[in-house]
């Protein structure tokens, strides 16, 4: 029997918060395990764009096709490099939209799936909510109030965050969005898939 001193890394305790959390709303897929609410345990990512780079952007339907191939594959690396297991995760969340209907359908289905069999809860996460959480994980003290610029492939939203799961979206573009506009510009002048780096 070991003592407290004994625990290895990957043993936490019962008041851990263990999210696994899926994401495939467009053309990556991606899995992570999140130790209470800001420590990342794991972060496994497949990118599609050398897949979407022939056609000059995410085409749908070979998304969706892609996120069925990686999706089994991030999960079981994302709780291996956790450490931890099915029976030792608390939730599971998915990103549910906005995005790609079919990829989006892929995550949600294998995260239904998953929580069903495991006998956890299923927490469905609102994409661009997902992007301003992301400020907790990278800045540990942040804390809310504060405003938000979320400049996301398709997204493009200046929002006040006024507490946890508070928001008000004072600002956002009416026709494209920035993300878009980048490679759209890279298109046009011949930089190719995505715009963003190749432009800059």
């Keep these: 029997m ?3 001193g004994d625990k290895t890394m990957s043993e936490h305790t019962s008041e851990d918060i263990l999210i ?3 994401e ?3 053309d990556e897929t991606a899995a992570s395990v999140v130790k209470n609410g800001r420590e990342v345990l794991s972060n496994v990512i497949t990118s599609q764009i050398e897949t979407h780079t022939v056609y000059g952007g995410v085409v749908p339907e070979i998304a969706s096709r ?3 191939k990686a999706v089994n594959y991030v999960i079981g690396r994302a709780l291996a490099e956790a450490g931890v297991s099915l029976e030792d995760v608390t939730a599971i969340g998915v990103t549910y939209g906005p995005g790609l209907v079919g990829a989006l359908l892929v995550g949600v289905a294998e995260a ?3 929580a069903y069999a495991a006998k956890k809860p299923l927490i469905g996460v609102h994409h661009i909510e997902g992007h301003v959480s992301a400020n907790f994980i990278e800045n540990p003290e942040l804390e809310p109030p504060f405003v938000c610029l979320i400049v996301s492939g398709g997204h493009t939203h200046l929002v006040i965050v006024k507490d946890y799961g508070e928001f008000e ?3 956002r573009t009416r026709d494209d969005a920035a993300g878009e506009a980048f490679d759209k510009v890279a298109r046009a002048v011949g930089l190719g898939y995505p715009g963003g780096p190749k432009g800059g």
Excluded: M
């Design 2 to 4: 070991k003592n407290d």
């Design 20 to 22: 696994l959390a899926i």
């Design 24 to 26: 495939s709303s467009c």
């Design 66 to 68: 892609e996120h069925i």
């Design 112 to 114: 239904k799936a998953i």
């Design 169 to 171: 979206i004072i600002g």
